[in-house]
């Protein structure tokens, strides 16, 4: 039932000029696009009040921002750094950078009862609601194929210079029909064809 875990090895940020560990424990966390927000250990949680001047609001269980935090944040212009491998330490890893424009969002009516500025993290409630919800998933993209049980995670790049290059994830048990895209072949269960025209 949660099947896009990676490791989340650490989370570091650069405020200032220095680095702040914000997460030196790593533990496996879902990556979930119908989540807004970043759900992590209450200790991640302080160490990002403590690098980003976040106090939490118990009143509507948000990081709610001033003004003046949201003036300093927007002028220092901090990132945060998530290490994420296959496990919780060790192996190959992903280094995904995430700035502040991206946690720069507003909570409205029924979050609060006036909008206001906030700071999309939230305190989880143990290790199965460890979640890297679609703050995260501003700065990174996930390619999934389901019928082999695996993923990738990458960082965005917004250069929109770049060529534009999609290649298709063909289904286990089919042959490539060229540009008209993937066919069911011929002992597959269905008798569909799979592919789409361009106009389509």
Same mark, same amino acid.
């Given at each position: ?42 200790? %991640? ?5 403590? $690098?980003?001047? /976040? *106090?939490? #609001?118990? !009143?509507?269980?948000?990081? +709610? ?35 502040? %424009? ?5 909570? $409205?009516?029924? /979050? *609060?009862? #006036?909008? !206001?500025?906030?700071?999309? +993290? ?79």
């Amino acid at each position: 039932s949660r099947d896009l875990l990676v490791g989340l090895q650490s989370i570091t940020a650069n405020t200032t000029g220095n680095t702040t560990t914000l997460m030196s424990e790593g533990t496996f966390t879902l990556i979930d696009s119908t989540v807004s927000q970043l759900w992590l250990p209450l200790a %991640a949680c302080q160490a990002f009040e403590s $690098a980003f001047g /976040l *106090v939490y #609001n118990n !009143t509507y269980n948000l990081y +709610l921002i001033s003004n003046s935090t949201h003036e300093q944040l927007l002028a220092s212009n901090p990132s945060a750094y998530f290490i994420l491998g296959n496990a919780p330490s060790g192996g190959q890893v992903i280094n995904i950078t995430v700035p502040y %424009a991206a946690f720069d969002l507003t909570a $409205a009516y029924p /979050l *609060v009862d #006036n909008t !206001t500025l906030c700071f999309p +993290l939230q305190r989880a409630m143990n290790d199965t609601t460890y979640t890297l919800g679609r703050t995260f998933l501003q700065e990174a993209y996930i390619i999934v194929d389901y019928e082999r049980s695996n993923f990738s995670v990458r960082q965005c790049y917004w250069d929109q210079e770049a060529t534009e290059n999609i290649v298709a994830i063909l289904p286990v048990n089919t042959t490539s029909t060229g540009s008209s895209g993937p066919t069911m072949s011929t002992n597959a269960s269905l008798n569909t064809n799979y592919g789409l025209s361009k106009g389509a």
